[in-house]
C-alpha cells in the first residue's frame, strides 16, 4: 500500500550537501534515490525490509548514508542506525556520521549520538533536530533506546522514524560455532526491535548486507515447502549497490588470479599447514629465535615479512619519483584467536625486525639475499603496469635498509577492545603510526574497522568453522584499492583455506548473479547426499560452507595439485581404463562430432580407477564421492537420463606446473575457442560431459614417467544455479 503522494524531494539541504562533498557518481545516486522513494511509498519492517545488496568494502556504507540525507530531506526526523561488532565499530561509525553530515551539525540543524553515552537531559531545542542514534546490536544497546524514545523523549514516538541494520544477515549471528545460543540471541534482538517498532507512529525498515546468501537463510522456525528449490527470503523491496571502478574483490583474488601472467596472479603465496601450527605457539625445538632468516620451518612467514618491507618500500620509492606523498602501509596476520598466540607472533616480528636490523648495519651478504629474494618476486607484477616506475633492485636496498635503521617498521597486538580504541584515530579508522605498521590479532578484522594500504594479509583461520559473511568479512584487502598497490599486495594463507574461501566467493557471486537475473522470483537449489547415497533437497541453514560446490551452466570440475603414482603401481589401472573408455565409445548410444553419449555408470567407474592413479598435494583434494554424487545429479536433471557425453584426447603434453610455478589446472585449454573445452561444451547442452585426457606424464614436465587420464566433469548448460553440500550441520 502506497504511503507517499508527494514526489521526492532530491534537492533538500542534507542530500545537496552530500551531493556536493561527496560528488556522488550517476549510478549511485540513483541507486540512493530509487531506495528513498521505495522507502517512502513501501510499507516496511524487521520481517519485510527494504534492502540494500552491495559488496564488501564496496560503498555500501557511502550509499546508506546519501538514502539517509534524503530521508531526513523528506519528513524522517530520527534514524536509528544499528550495528554489529564493538565499541570500536561504533565510534567508527558515529565518526563517519558526524564527518559526512558536518554542516547539518554545524547549523545545529542535526546530532548524532551512541546510544550508551547519551546526555542526562536534551532540550526540547536539541530534541527538536534531525537526530541520528547508532545502536549496537545487543541487549542493553536496544534497552536503552527503547528508554530514550518512549521514556525519556516520549515526542520522538511520534516522529517519522527510519531504521537502517546495517550487515544486516542471519549467517553472522545464528549460524556460527555457538549456533544455538547465537540463535536465542537473534531473537531477542528481534524482538526487542520489533516492539520498539510497533509503538512507533511511521517507521521504516532498510536492511544492508553484502551477503546475499542471507536471502536464503530462514528462521528455525519457518517451515520449507516440498519443492527442492528454496526461494529467497522476500523483502519489501531490494536495490543492488553499485561497484566502483576501483573495486578490488573475489573476483580479482579467486577468478582474474588463475589467468597467467596477470597482475592478479600474483597475489596468492601458499603457505603449508605446519607454518601455521608454528604460528600457534612458542616451539623451541621448531624455531630457535636467533635464526629466524634462515630457518627452513618458517621460510613463508619471513617470505612474507620481507615481501611487505620490500613491497611498501617499492610503492614509497614510485611516489617520492613521482613528486606524491609518500604512503604508510599495513600488513594483518590474523592465524589465531588466542592472546596467547598473539603474543607469541607479536615476539617472533619482534624478532624478525631486531635480526633484520643488525643485518641492515652490517650490510651482509644474507641481508642482501633476503630482500633480492622477494625483490625478484614482486618487481614481475610491479613491471606490468606501464604508467609507474619501475625501480632497480639498489633503489630499494637502500630504501628497506633506511627503513629498518630508522625504525619505520612498527607491529600491534590487537586483541581486545581497550587496544583497538587506543589505535583508532579522529575518525575511527586504525591508526598507522609508522610508514609499515604490522597489526597482529583478531578484532580488527571485525567488519566495518577500516585498514588503509593493507599490501599484505597473512591468514589462517580453521576453514571447518568458515561460515560465509564471516570469511568475507575477514578479507580486508578487499575494497577500494589503486592498482599500484595491488602490484605489490600478497595474500598468504593454505592451498586448503584457500580453496575453502574460493568456493565462497563462487558461491556469493553465483547467488548475487542468480539474485540480480531474476530478483525475489529466482530460485536455487539447495542438495546433499544423504546415507544411502541418494540426492536429497537441502535446507540452506544445514550447508556447511566449506564443503560445497557451487553448480552452474558449464562449470567445470576437476582435480588439480597432483603427482600420478608410480609406473609400475599404476599401469596396470591405465591400461584398464584404455580398455574401458574404447569399450564405452564402441556401445555409445550416439555420436556427436567425437563425442560419445555413454552410461553414467561408465562414467563413475572411470574416475574410480583414476581415482587409484593420482597422489594428491598438501591442501588439494579429490573426493570421489562428491564427483559420482554430481554425477548423479546433472544426470537426474538431463533430458537423456542416465547418460553422459565422453570426449577423450591421447597423446597429450601437459606439464604439471605452469611458468608462474603454479599447478596446472587447464589441461583441456579453456578459453580459446577450439580447445576440447569449447568442444564438450558444445555438446553439454542438456547432459553432462566427462573429458578424458590422456597426458603422456613425462618425467621432464614434471611427472613421474608414466602415462595417466585427467578427467574434467562439465555441467550442461540447461541446468539451475544449484550448491552442493557434501557436509552439513548436524
Not at 577423450?648 to 611458468?659: A, D, E, P
Amino acid at each position: 500500500m502506497p504511503l507517499q503522494t508527494k514526489p521526492l524531494i532530491t534537492d533538500g539541504d542534507f542530500f545537496q550537501h552530500l551531493n556536493i562533498k561527496n560528488k556522488y557518481k550517476q549510478p549511485f545516486r540513483e541507486c540512493m534515490v530509487r531506495t528513498a522513494a521505495k522507502l517512502l511509498d513501501t510499507t516496511t519492517s524487521e520481517s519485510r525490509p527494504g534492502m540494500l545488496l552491495g559488496k564488501v568494502q564496496s560503498g555500501k556504507t557511502r550509499t546508506f548514508l546519501g538514502v539517509m540525507g534524503l530521508m531526513y530531506d523528506n519528513g524522517f526526523d530520527v534514524v536509528i542506525l544499528l550495528t554489529k561488532g564493538t565499541n570500536a565499530l561504533v565510534r567508527q561509525t558515529c565518526s563517519r556520521l558526524e564527518e559526512e553530515f558536518e554542516a547539518p551539525l554545524k547549523a545545529d540543524a542535526m546530532r548524532v549520538y551512541d546510544i550508551m553515552k547519551m546526555p542526562d537531559r536534551l532540550s526540547k531545542y536539541e530534541w527538536s533536530q534531525k537526530l541520528a542514534f547508532v545502536v549496537k546490536k545487543e541487549t542493553r544497546n536496544l534497552d536503552r533506546l527503547k528508554e530514550t524514545m518512549l521514556e525519556k523523549y516520549p515526542e520522538l514516538a511520534g516522529k517519522r522514524v527510519l531504521f537502517i541494520d546495517d550487515e544486516a544477515d542471519f549467517a553472522s549471528v545464528a549460524y556460527e560455532h555457538k549456533r544455538d545460543q547465537n540463535i536465542t540471541e537473534l531473537r531477542v534482538i528481534a524482538t526487542k526491535i520489533n516492539e520498539l517498532r510497533q509503538l512507533l507512529a511511521q517507521p521504516a525498515f532498510l536492511q544492508v548486507t553484502a551477503t546475499p546468501y542471507s536471502l536464503y537463510l530462514q528462521p528455525e522456525d519457518l517451515t520449507f515447502h516440498k519443492g527442492k528449490v528454496f526461494e529467497p527470503v522476500r523483502p519489501a523491496f531490494t536495490e543492488l549497490v553499485p561497484v566502483h571502478d576501483r573495486y578490488i574483490g573475489g573476483e580479482v583474488y579467486f577468478e582474474m588470479s588463475e589467468q597467467e601472467g596477470h597482475l592478479a596472479s600474483y597475489l596468492f603465496h601458499p603457505v603449508e599447514e605446519k607454518e601455521l601450527e608454528v604460528m600457534k605457539k612458542m616451539d623451541g625445538r621448531r624455531v630457535k629465535m636467533d635464526r629466524l632468516l634462515t630457518q627452513k620451518s618458517i621460510a613463508n612467514i619471513r617470505h612474507a615479512v620481507m615481501n611487505f618491507l620490500v613491497g611498501a618500500s617499492i610503492r614509497r620509492w614510485q611516489q617520492r619519483a613521482m613528486g606524491q606523498k609518500r604512503k604508510k602501509y599495513a600488513f594483518i596476520i590474523h592465524t589465531e584467536r588466542g592472546k596467547s598466540a598473539h603474543s607469541w607472533q607479536a615476539e617472533l616480528m619482534d624478532g624478525f625486525r631486531t635480526l633484520l636490523t643488525t643485518e641492515a648495519e652490517k650490510q651482509s651478504e644474507l641481508f642482501r639475499e633476503l630482500i633480492r629474494t622477494s625483490f625478484d618476486g614482486i618487481i614481475r607484477s610491479v613491471s606490468k603496469l606501464k604508467k609507474h616506475p619501475v625501480p632497480e633492485f639498489p633503489d630499494i636496498y637502500e630504501e628497506v635498509r633506511h627503513s629498518l635503521l630508522e625504525e619505520h617498521l612498527v607491529s600491534s597486538v590487537v586483541n581486545s577492545e581497550r587496544d583497538i580504541r587506543d589505535l583508532l584515530d579522529d575518525q575511527g579508522e586504525l591508526q598507522l603510526r609508522a610508514p609499515m605498521n604490522i597489526f597482529i590479532g583478531g578484532q580488527i578484522l571485525d567488519r566495518g574497522v577500516t585498514v588503509h594500504h593493507l599490501i599484505g594479509f597473512f591468514y589462517g583461520r580453521n576453514p571447518k568453522s568458515f561460515q560465509q559473511d564471516t570469511v568475507l568479512q575477514h578479507s580486508r584487502m578487499y575494497g577500494a584499492r589503486p592498482v599500484a598497490d595491488l602490484a605489490v599486495t600478497r595474500f598468504y594463507t593454505t592451498v586448503k583455506i584457500y580453496d575453502v574461501m574460493k568456493r565462497i566467493h563462487e558461491f556469493d557471486a553465483e547467488l548475487r548473479r542468480v539474485f540480480e537475473k531474476g530478483g525475489h522470483q529466482q530460485g536455487v537449489v539447495f542438495i546433499q547426499r544423504d546415507g544411502k547415497e541418494e540426492i536429497l533437497p537441502c535446507s540452506p541453514n544445514k550447508i556447511m560452507l566449506s564443503s560445497l560446490t557451487m553448480i552452474k551452466p558449464h562449470k567445470r570440475i576437476l582435480p588439480t595439485g597432483f603427482q600420478t603414482g608410480y609406473k609400475t603401481n599404476i599401469q596396470k589401472h591405465i591400461h584398464t581404463l584404455d580398455k574401458l573408455i574404447d569399450k564405452a565409445k564402441a556401445s555409445a548410444v550416439r555420436e556427436e562430432n567425437g563425442a560419445f553419449l555413454i552410461r553414467k555408470s561408465e562414467a563413475k567407474e572411470m574416475l574410480r580407477i583414476v581415482y587409484e592413479t593420482l597422489e594428491m598435494e598438501e591442501g588439494y583434494t579429490f573426493h570421489l564421492d562428491e564427483y559420482e554424487a554430481l554425477i548423479d545429479y546433472l544426470c537426474a536433471e538431463s533430458d537423456n537420463g542416465d547418460y553422459v557425453w565422453l570426449l577423450s584426447r591421447t597423446h597429450r603434453q601437459v606439464k604439471r606446473f605452469k611458468k608462474d610455478g603454479k599447478f596446472e589446472n587447464s589441461p583441456d585449454t579453456p578459453g580459446k575457442g577450439s580447445g576440447e573445452l569449447a568442444l564438450a561444451r558444445k555438446v553439454a547442452e542438456s547432459s553432462p560431459a566427462l573429458l578424458m585426457l590422456r597426458q603422456e606424464g613425462k618425467k621432464e614436465n614434471g611427472w613421474r614417467g608414466s602415462p595417466f587420464w585427467w578427467p574434467v566433469l562439465i555441467a550442461q548448460a540447461r541446468i539451475a544455479p544449484t550448491v552442493y553440500a557434501d557436509k552439513i550441520i548436524k
